[in-house]
Nanobody, 115 residues
Framework: QVQLVESGGGLVQPGGSLRLSCAAS????????LGWYRQAPGKQRELVAAITRGGSTSYAASVKGRFTVSRDNAKNTVYLQMNSLKPEDTAVYYC?????????WGQGTQVTVSS
């Protein structure tokens, strides 16, 4: 069964850090490049970071230099290390394939950056 489960969100002050995790089913993890998306209230979902099966990474301009995406092939898990967080990073974060066809969307994990 294809599944993506995000975790690790929370409330953090501006300038703080969080690490998100995404546990993926083996079928999707081993076959596709994976991405982290976020959706803020009233805004469209956007891709913020992606990583290929070979480990090449790419980032949206808004997070480049602050976020780092990585993957652990032994655990079928993708991570998003988020540093120097800003209030505008507040959103629900999701993981999925980096392009169509997408797997089923999980519930996401809420990240709130506020003092």
């Amino acid at each position: 069964q294809v599944q993506l489960v995000e975790s690790g969100g929370g409330l953090v002050q501006p300038g703080g850090s969080l690490r998100l995790s995404c546990a993926a089913s083996r079928s999707i993890f081993s076959s596709y490049a994976l991405g982290w998306y976020r959706q803020a209230p009233g805004k469209q979902r956007e891709l913020v970071a992606a990583i290929t099966r070979g480990g090449s990474t790419s980032y949206a301009a808004s997070v480049k230099g602050r976020f780092t995406v990585s993957r652990d092939n032994a655990k079928n898990t993708v991570y998003l290390q988020m540093n120097s967080l800003k209030p505008e990073d507040t959103a629900v974060y999701y993981c999925n394939t980096d392009r169509s066809p997408f797997g089923p969307w999980g519930q996401g994990t809420q990240v709130t950056v506020s003092s």
